[in-house]
């Protein structure tokens, strides 16, 4: 029988710690932060390019007070927020677990398909959340581009990794239960009927 040493067991905390957080950081502070700098940027371009400024102080987002958009912004990121801790809870109440795509550990991955919840309407509602709180963040910095183009463009690339890398892992998991899911639930527009 083996015996684990105090430091291996540090450096797999560590390790696990770290893959958590280049997670966040990666979702929460660079991805967002780039979106927004080539949101800017594609504004400024294409406001030279006809001569306004599609950012700012001219632009769709000026028929409305700042004051309005910054409460739609609010709401949109708001609901988004809300979408990914009831989709986390769920998954943590159901599945004894939760999936990492990005840093997994095995402990940790789901143990039962979630059905209920957002997970009844769409099969990935943290990414949608996360899509909504992108738009709610282009409202609020009134970037078209990003609302219009990034975003659309950042959902469109995500739901491909989703259903290529994350969806055969499910797959791989789940089987038969997963496929029978997949043809009942679309991936990432919500289905509010029956």
Not at 66 to 92: H, K, M, P, R, Y
Not at 100 to 110: E, K, L, T
């Amino acid at each position: 029988m083996s015996t684990v040493k105090l430091h291996q067991i540090i450096f797999k905390v560590i390790q696990e710690f770290t893959g958590y957080m280049w997670y966040a950081l990666v979702f929460v502070f660079i991805l967002p932060y780039m979106i927004i700098l080539l949101s800017r940027g594609l504004d400024y371009l294409i406001g030279s390019a006809f001569g306004v400024e599609l950012s700012g102080v001219v632009s769709l987002f000026t028929l409305i007070p700042d004051t309005v958009l910054q409460l739609i912004s609010f709401a949109i990121i708001a609901f988004g927020v809300l979408i990914i801790l009831e989709s986390t809870l769920t998954l943590a109440r159901e599945s004894s677990g939760f999936a990492f795509s990005i840093a997994p550990h095995y402990h940790v991955n789901p143990k039962k398909l979630s059905q209920s919840g957002w997970y009844s309407k769409m099969r990935h509602p943290m990414a949608f959340a996360y899509i909504l709180i992108l738009v709610g963040i282009g409202v609020y910095i009134q970037s078209l581009s990003m609302v219009f183009w990034f975003v659309p463009l950042f959902g469109g690339l995500y739901l491909e990794y989703l259903l290529m890398v994350e969806e055969k892992q499910l797959m791989r998991w789940f089987g038969t239960e997963y496929d029978s899911y997949k043809t009942q639930v679309p991936a990432l527009i919500p289905k509010f009927r029956k």
